[in-house]
């Protein structure tokens, strides 16, 4: 029943007509809080959003002055609902995409929890491959695709070979780049050949007594300027089309679009060690994008390189755990020493399974209580997952021109005792 409300007011309206729902508190996310909200939506997406904003006669409202407004959760590091896969050492290229049932009964029940966005990724060691981005909503794979490729999920151990794969995948990167240089340096003296005007050749003393008769030199020359004007056409298009590259290997092809800053890397890591040998292998890699992501375990001490990575400005995804210094007693809650340190944080729930989307916020809410500002917890669970799915522009916060993804509350999102009024997914 909890879609029913805004079933019913939708239903009511023609296909891009305005629909207002006017709320106690709109959690914006990206500009703070906004007491008795009106948000205005129009074909799926917030026209404008503010507070006690007028509205024109003959828009339906929903008058909800119980309900408190934030952006769809955001789990941008997933598998739920998928099998274990083969290991993969090294498959760049592979996507997810044959492995999602749209038909699987997890979906609504995401969508009942408030989770609209979903970035899920393929299986494996090493380098696995790239994820996609979803909705939890659709009768085919098409209709639950959001945008793919999200990121290069990349595995990044404190040794040898682990180090090795990632040198030998940008050298391979260097490699094609040299291809293309000479292809491109051939094709450039091609041009020139071709804008050099070509020497008639000399006539033979015969060739020139003998006069071809007048009507078929005439007929001759038009052929000839037929034939020239199709030269002059073929030139033009040439021009017009450019150098066109070879195409990389479908294994190399992701890291040049790394260089390229057309995709960006999640590298994951498990102990503070694998992030200095990271930070050895790309160092030379100036340009490259890339965000953090790992989990959080009792004999972890990736506490030891938090200052590190809050110095880099970081976007770190993890999971919401306090978690106990090795070798001691001490609790540490790492995420909130992160937001401290200056990094960003997207949170995931702990583990890939429904139970755990339910305890979503619930430990979310746990970790305010020790430390972590609300703001930014507020932000891991909807903006920052955005970031790392590189969505951050439509979506994973309130504000105008964004996509109408919000979750509506019986009260603060992060009270064990508030409850999931409605759901709206863009704009539905």
Partial sequence: MMLSLLSVLLAAAPGGDLVAIRVKRAETVAHGVIEHALILI??????????????????????????????????????????????????????????????????????????????????????????????????????????????????????????????????????????????????????????????????????????????????????????????????????????????PDEKVKPFYDLRQKTLTAMMSIRKAADYLHLLDVIDKEKDLQWFLQFGLFDDGDLYEIVAKIGEKKLLVVTVPEITLQTNSLRERNIPAELVRAGAKLALTPRFDGPAAFKDWLPDVGRLIGQGLPREAALAAVTLEGARALGLEKSLGSLEKDKTANIVFWSGDPFEPSSREAAVMLAGK
Wanted: charged share 35%; no cysteine; glycine share 8%.
């Fill in 42 to 247: 129009e074909d799926g997406k917030i026209i404008e959003i503010g507070e006690d904003l007028p509205v024109e006669r003959g828009i339906p409202v929903l008058e909800r002055p119980d309900w408190v407004a934030m952006p769809g959760l955001i789990d941008a590091h997933t598998r739920i609902g998928l099998e274990r896969s083969p290991g993969r050492g090294f498959e760049p290229q592979a996507r997810p995409n044959v492995e999602i049932d749209p038909q699987s009964e997890l979906w609504p029940e995401l969508l009942e929890l408030g989770v609209t966005t979903l970035g899920v990724y393929p299986d494996g060691g090493g380098i696995p491959g790239q994820a996609i981005v979803l909705q939890p909503y659709g009768d085919t794979l098409a209709e639950m695709l959001v945008a793919e490729p999200a990121y290069l999920k990349i595995f990044l151990q404190a040794n040898a070979s682990s180090k090795k794969a990632l040198r030998d995948a940008f050298q391979k990167v260097d490699e094609y780049q040299d291809k293309v240089a000479k292809e491109r340096e051939k094709w450039d003296k091609e041009q020139e050949k071709k804008k050099k005007p070509a020497k008639a050749p000399a006539k033979k003393e015969d060739e020139k007594k003998e006069e071809p008769p007048k009507e078929e030199k005439k007929a001759g020359t038009a052929a000839e300027s037929a034939l020239a004007q199709d030269d002059k056409k073929d030139e033009k298009k040439d021009e017009a089309s450019g150098f066109v590259p070879s195409v």
